[in-house]
C-alpha cells in the first residue's frame, strides 16, 4: 500500500491543478480592482479625476454617462470673453462661500 501513496505524492497533475487554482485566485483579484476602478465602464455614475492638481502638468479625466474626456492643461493662463459672475470668500476655517451677483442685463 505504501507503494500506491509515494506514486501520487509523483503525479506532476497534481501540480498543474495547483497552478490553475493560483491563475483562478489572481484572476479574481483583478476582477475585483476592476470592479472598484472608479472609470469602471459598467457603472452609470459620472465620475471627474484630476491627476496633480495645480501643476503645469494636470489632467482631467471627466466620465459623463458613457462618453469619456480629458483635458491636459497647456501651462498657460487661460483668458477669454466673460461676466463677473459673483464673489467667493475664504471663511476662518478654510471653507469657501460662493455669492452670486444679481442677474446682470444685457
Keep these: 500500500m505504501k507503494f500506491l501513496e509515494e506514486s501520487e505524492a509523483d503525479d506532476p497533475i497534481l501540480s498543474v491543478v495547483n497552478l490553475i487554482d493560483v491563475f ?4 479574481a483579484a483583478l476582477l475585483v480592482a476592476i470592479a472598484q476602478n472608479p472609470m469602471n465602464p459598467f457603472t452609470h455614475a459620472d465620475v471627474t ?4 492638481p495645480g501643476k503645469p502638468d494636470m489632467e482631467i479625466v471627466s466620465k459623463q454617462g458613457e462618453k469619456v474626456v480629458r483635458y491636459q492643461a497647456s501651462g498657460q493662463v487661460g483668458s477669454g470673453d466673460g461676466i463677473k459672475a459673483g464673489v467667493a470668500y475664504r471663511l476662518q476655517d478654510g471653507s469657501m462661500v460662493y455669492v452670486p451677483e444679481a442677474a446682470a442685463t444685457r
Design 24 to 27: 483562478l485566485v489572481v484572476i
Design 49 to 52: 479625476i484630476i491627476t496633480n
